[in-house]
């Protein structure tokens, strides 16, 4: 008896819930209509399903409860509720089923007047290329993917050079324009999904699969990577804001080609040397760095990172935070550097030093540290050698209070919190692996302890 009532209670329940409770779909923001539908139409056949059965099970119960006088009855056939049964049931899964298919259809038939997106995932970020006034996307290869062409684009291939290549993790879609999305991994499996889309599909190293979908509401929407692709597989996030004509056009039109990414390689090192005179008296002559000023090394740090951090001190992106002290300093600091043309040289500059590195010393537990070091591995290398493909700077030979106070930053969101710092969220998370101050300390002896391999 008191199971027919745990029965009963269960369905009210689930009722209730289902009609109060507050999580459900994100409003629909492109034309994908018939996949809600889709989805609900199952959930109502099943639903009607589960309340009947439990409710007839229930039913039962109570009302063929033990009773002395009677007996049950056997009756191994009954072809006619059999046939109904059956009958029934059929028309529930095909109910189920067959709009799926009819939808389905739908999915893969791409509009004619798409325009093509190239998204690429990689671990653990997004990245989009755009075809040029040709309408035509570059042919790309894995082995062609290098520091200086993140996209492996074949230059060889005419349609590429003015393919236009959006680094950020932002793509602005028009709105009412249907698109076609072309998805590419760099490296494992990950899965393009923004939910008010609703459409969503893997990326699968080798290949390039699609999706399309019409955007149908202005507005920026978080593309989140739906496949545990590794260890930091919750921070590829991305953005894709849904705009007007006239926002759209300013947008591409600030978006570099493809050549014109090659072409910026004009860093000129004499001319950074030059600049970097305005920053011996806090990193040293050769860059070492100096404890008395708070500033760390910078020979031997890669182009890209140092190129990086020079620009978020410009752009108020690293350095902001009120109780950041030395990266306020820094900040300050950037203006010697007038453009982004001074930015590279002296990165060009600072990371073709090659003066002999000093291993710095610390005092934490470096056996202990090397547990902890094996997360970080992941990104900046098991030499703490630095990983561009990973977007992790190199470690080795950095000084230990340096260390010491940029993770600490990190945990404290002093550093990495920006909204425009792609980057500093994944150390953020990162960061806090490391739950005390002795963690750190002997993590960071570890990584004191590597050789430094340039
Ligand atoms: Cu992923």
Not at 140 to 163: M, R, W
Not at 188 to 211: E, I, S, Y
Not at 272 to 286: A, E, F, M, R
Not at 345 to 361: K, Q
Request: with cysteine.
């Amino acid at each position: 008896m008191t199971i027919a009532f745990v029965i009963i209670l269960l369905v009210i329940a689930t009722l209730v819930f289902h009609f109060i409770s507050p999580w459900w779909f994100t409003p629909l923001a492109s034309n994908w209509q018939t996949i809600d539908n889709t989805i609900n139409l199952s959930l109502w056949v099943v639903g009607a399903v589960f309340v009947v059965v439990s409710l007839f099970l229930a039913f039962v119960i109570i009302k063929f409860r033990h009773n002395k006088n009677r007996r049950a009855d056997y009756e191994p056939e009954n072809n006619k509720l059999e046939g109904w049964l059956t009958l029934v049931t059929t028309l529930g899964v095909a109910a189920m089923l067959a709009p799926g298919l009819v939808v389905w259809g739908q999915f893969i038939s791409v509009p004619e007047n798409s325009k093509i997106v190239e998204v690429v995932g990689q671990q653990w970020h997004w990245s989009y290329r755009l075809p040029g006034k040709d309408g035509k996307l570059g042919k790309t290869a894995i082995k062609l993917i290098s520091e200086e062409n993140p996209f492996g684009i074949d230059v060889n291939d005419i349609n590429g050079a003015d393919d236009l290549l959006v680094k950020s993790n932002e793509l602005h879609l028009l709105i009412e324009q249907p698109v076609k999305v072309l998805l590419r991994s760099k490296d494992v499996l990950h899965n393009f999904a923004v939910p008010q889309f609703r459409v969503k599909m893997d990326l699968v190293p080798g290949t390039v699969t699609f999706v399309w979908f019409i955007p149908t509401k202005l507005g920026r929407y978080e593309l989140l990577c739906e496949e545990l692709c590794g260890i930091a597989h919750f921070t590829m996030r991305g953005y894709i804001k849904v705009v007007s004509a006239s926002d759209y056009q300013t947008w591409l039109t600030s978006l570099p080609t493809f050549t014109q990414t090659l072409a910026r390689d004009t860093a000129n090192i004499a001319q950074g040397k030059q600049l970097y005179t305005g920053c011996v008296s806090c990193h040293g002559i050769d860059g070492q760095g100096n404890e008395a000023m708070n500033a760390p090394k910078l020979m031997g740090l890669s182009r890209w990172y140092l190129h990086r951090q020079l620009s978020y001190f410009k752009r108020k992106i690293r350095g902001q935070n009120s109780d950041d002290l030395y990266g306020q300093q820094m900040s300050a600091m950037s203006a010697l550097l007038p453009d982004d043309k001074a930015i590279a040289d002296v990165s060009a500059y600072l990371s073709s030093l090659t003066a002999i590195e000093s291993i710095p010393v610390s005092t934490g537990d470096a056996i202990k540290g090397k547990a902890f070091y094996k997360n970080c591995s992941y990104c900046h290398g098991e030499h703490a050698q630095g990983n561009y493909a990973m977007n992790a700077p190199k470690l080795a030979g950095q000084y230990p209070w340096y260390l010491k106070r940029q993770i600490s930053s990190f945990q404290q969101g002093i550093r990495g919190a920006h909204p425009a710092d792609l980057y500093g969220k994944q150390m953020i998370l990162m960061s806090k692996t490391l739950h005390d101050e002795r963690a750190i300390n002997d993590v960071v002896s570890y990584i004191n302890s590597l050789t430094n391999v340039r």
